[in-house]
């Protein structure tokens, strides 16, 4: 325990409004412990939960463990193990923020979890990698109008710098520094940085066609970018807005995917880090240079990749005389 002497009145609440005051700060702290994207899925999910309950005339808070066990049942055909178990993850942090305590690993709720898993098996559904070869294909289409400028840019970097998608809409011109090697980009919060420590990755150039770096540069130039938003919404008469949402790097990937002629429902926002992962496994790129560019924490996620990327290095059914 500190010393009377160091406790100053400065750090003392000194009536009911400050120790209000100091009540919604906290209550401010600990909601940001939690990325914003994460605490929109937990408010859908909660929602979800209680509307479920209401129909069934169960109470939903508390929550018996026998009645997340049924919710969990009942919603086994509709919804993935991914989606369930943060389904479960929502409920349980709705109880604990309410004062009620809630043990997930009850039987009438470990055992449906672990049915499901058995049931319906734990593979993820990955959205297609848009590798070098289709990445290529994609750009051959793109002209030379401010929104052609925009998504050039927009897949490249997003490719080169192996962002997600919310890392590539997040950036401001500040992040961005044009050197002679290349683009130095300094990502000041992501998914694997909740503390905001921020993470630099570097896009070398390539002098080609489809240099990351000229795209870019020709991005801003058209765009006539002084400062903000690196990636930004543009009309139908050209004219340039704010800064894009997560959901518009999905709907630009699948619009120019479609474009040239491949299935604009098998990629996504996702599709180009994935794309950089794989095309760097197939090129023989070691491991950890792939992880210290996607700035993966898990290996295993990475070796996904590798394996996805090394799948037709041998032609084995040619090799066996078919």
Not at 117 to 136: C, F, M, N, S, Y
Not at 162 to 171: F, G, N, Q
Not at 200 to 217: H, K
């Amino acid at each position: 325990m500190l010393p009377q002497s160091v406790l100053t009145d400065a750090a003392l609440p000194s009536s009911a409004s400050d120790l209000e005051a100091l009540a919604a700060r906290a209550a401010g702290l600990a909601k940001e412990a939690r990325a914003a994207n994460t605490r929109k899925a937990y408010r859908s999910d909660w929602a979800h939960f209680t509307a479920w309950c209401a129909r069934h005339d169960l109470a939903f808070l508390p929550a018996a463990p026998t009645t997340i066990g049924l919710y969990l049942a009942a919603n086994e055909a509709a919804l993935s193990v991914a989606t369930l178990a943060r389904r479960l993850s929502a409920i349980a942090v709705a109880h604990r923020m309410a004062g009620h305590a809630m043990d997930t690993r009850h039987p009438a709720i470990r055992d449906v979890i672990r049915g499901l898993r058995r049931a319906k098996g734990v593979a993820q559904d990955h959205a297609e990698a848009l590798t070098v070869p289709l990445l290529r294909r994609v750009l051959a289409l793109l002209g030379d109008r401010p929104i052609d400028h925009r998504d050039r840019a927009l897949l490249l970097v997003g490719f080169g710098a192996a962002l997600r998608r919310s890392e590539l809409v997040a950036l401001d011109l500040d992040d961005v520094a044009v050197v002679p090697e290349g683009l130095r980009i300094t990502i000041r919060r992501s998914k694997g940085d909740q503390e905001g420590e921020g993470q630099v990755v570097a896009i070398g150039r390539t002098g080609t066609a489809t240099c990351p770096v000229s795209a870019y540069s020709g991005w801003i130039a058209v765009a006539g970018i002084t400062e903000g938003a690196v990636f930004r919404g543009i009309n139908r008469h050209g004219r340039i807005g704010s800064r894009l949402s997560t959901d518009a790097v999905s709907e630009i990937v699948q619009k120019r995917a479609a474009t040239a002629g491949l299935d604009p429902t098998i990629f996504s926002g996702h599709s180009m880090r994935a794309g950089f992962a794989t095309s760097a496994a197939a090129a023989g790129v070691e491991e950890r240079l792939i992880m210290r560019q996607t700035r993966h924490r898990s290996a295993q996620t990475v070796r996904r990749y590798i394996r996805d990327g090394e799948l037709f290095d041998r032609n084995l059914a040619a090799e066996v005389g078919l």
